[in-house]
Nanobody, 123 residues
Framework: QVQLVESGGGLAQPGGSLRLTCAAP????????IGWFRQVPGKEREGIAC????????YYIDSVKGRFTIGRDTASHGVILQMNNLQLEDTATYYC????????????????WGQGTPVTVSP
């Protein structure tokens, strides 16, 4: 199984930006469908964006569309999530995972979850 590692979380002010990276050390994610999820304590994990393999077509849920961008990182052969115009409700721990599908929605996860990277948006 491919173990994914998330990084790049931290503290940001409302309106600020953070860039998250999803990588698999020693392994390339170029041919995989990858999704970003987030979870707030006490709530279910929520899929927010994914990128398809091959054509790299992205999908976003409405609450992050226009603010977040998912893309391939050619340097690390991983996947990035550029988060702009962060809002208080974006505070969560963010996870990436390999997906079964990413067409017109975020498919089911395939493979293990990583440790996640925490994002805190606070004035």
């Amino acid at each position: 199984q491919v173990q994914l590692v998330e990084s790049g979380g931290g503290l940001a002010q409302p309106g600020g930006s953070l860039r998250l990276t999803c990588a698999a050390p020693g392994f390339t994610l170029d041919s995989y469908r990858i999704g970003w999820f987030r979870q707030v304590p006490g709530k279910e994990r929520e899929g927010i964006a994914c990128i398809h393999n091959g054509d790299n077509i992205p999908y976003y849920i409405d609450s992050v569309k226009g603010r977040f961008t998912i893309g391939r990182d050619t340097a690390s052969h991983g996947v990035i999530l550029q988060m702009n115009n962060l809002q208080l409700e974006d505070t969560a721990t963010y996870y990436c995972v390999i997906l079964y599908s990413c067409r017109s929605g975020i498919g089911d996860p395939f493979g293990p979850w990583g440790q996640g990277t925490p994002v805190t948006v606070s004035p």
